[in-house]
C-alpha cells in the first residue's frame, strides 16, 4: 500500500486529490489543510509520496519544502504556473498545475513511484566494483577511491594507502557503475566521491590528502554544486 500525504488549504483541492488517488488505488491518503500539522504528520510517518500546495494562505509550501525530511517524495499543486522552476530547485519530482487532470496525476504518480525505486537500488548498491586491470579482475572498495581520472581508453582510480589500478574501460562505464548519490563527474576527465571533498570553489575542487586539485567543467558545475548540497543536507540530518 502506497502511503501519501497532501498539504492544501483549499479542502476541494484535496477531495479532487483523495478522488484520484481512489481511483489510481493500493494509496492511503491524509490530509491536511493545516500546513504546521500536515509537517508534522510528514517527520512522523515518512509517506511514500507528498503532494504540497505552493501558494497558501498562512504558509508557501516553496520554503515549507525546505523543511521535509531529507528523500521525501514531493509533488507540488498549484494554480499557479510561475512556481514551476522554484518547485523543481527544492527537488520536487513532479508539479501538478490546477486545475489537475487524472491523466496527468497519474503519471506524476508513476514518475514519484520511479523515483523511490531508484533510490532504493542506489542505497542498496555494493560497497566496491570489480575492474580488469592487467589481465586480471581487482575488486575496489568505494570507501578507499580518492578521485578517478580518464587518460585516452583509460581510467586511473586513485586509492587511499593503496596502488592506482589503471583499467581499459571509458568514464562513461565507470560512471554507470558507481553509486550517483555518491560519486559525480565535475569535468570530462574527473569523478570524484562526494565525501573525500574537503572544500570547492567554481573551477576546483580540494580531496582530503591530496595534493592535486581537481578541475570542475563548466558544464559540470550547476550539476555538481546541488548534488553536493543534497549529499551534506542527507549526512548532515541522519547524524
Not at 37 to 54: C, Y
Not at 60 to 70: H, Q, R, Y
Not at 148 to 156: G, Q, T, V
Not at 171 to 194: D, G, N, Q
Request: glycine share 2%; aromatic share 10%; hydrophobic share 40%.
Amino acid at each position: 500500500m502506497i502511503h501519501c500525504i497532501a498539504i492544501d488549504d483549499e479542502p476541494i483541492a484535496l477531495s479532487i486529490i483523495n478522488e484520484y488517488c481512489n481511483r489510481y488505488g493500493n494509496i492511503t491518503l491524509e490530509c491536511f489543510t493545516s500546513p504546521l500539522k500536515g509537517i508534522e504528520r510528514i517527520n512522523a510517518t515518512q509517506p511514500d509520496i507528498v503532494f504540497l500546495d505552493i501558494e497558501m494562505n498562512s504558509h508557501n509550501g516553496i520554503e515549507l519544502a525546505k523543511s521535509l525530511p531529507a528523500g521525501t517524495t514531493l509533488i507540488f499543486t498549484t494554480a499557479y504556473s510561475q512556481y514551476a522552476i522554484d518547485g523543481f530547485n527544492v527537488d520536487a519530482v513532479d508539479f501538478l498545475h490546477k486545475p489537475i487532470f487524472y491523466p496527468r496525476f497519474e503519471r506524476a504518480v508513476e514518475k514519484a513511484l520511479l523515483w523511490r525505486t531508484k533510490i532504493r537500488e542506489q542505497q542498496s548498491q555494493p560497497e566496491s566494483i570489480s575492474l580488469k586491470a592487467e589481465h586480471k579482475n581487482v575488486v575496489v572498495a568505494l570507501d578507499t577511491v580518492k578521485y578517478i581520472e580518464a587518460m585516452d581508453n583509460y581510467i586511473k582510480v586513485y586509492r587511499q594507502d593503496l596502488p592506482t589500478v589503471i583499467s581499459q574501460i571509458t568514464m562513461k562505464e565507470v560512471e554507470t557503475m558507481l553509486p550517483s548519490e555518491k560519486f559525480i563527474r565535475v569535468h570530462r576527465s574527473f569523478i570524484v566521491p562526494l565525501a573525500a571533498i574537503s572544500s570547492f570553489s567554481n573551477k576546483k575542487i580540494y580531496i582530503h590528502n591530496v595534493s592535486k586539485t581537481i578541475p570542475v567543467g563548466r558544464t559540470y558545475n550547476d550539476s555538481f554544486q546541488t548534488l553536493y548540497n543534497i549529499f551534506k543536507t542527507n549526512n548532515t540530518s541522519s547524524k
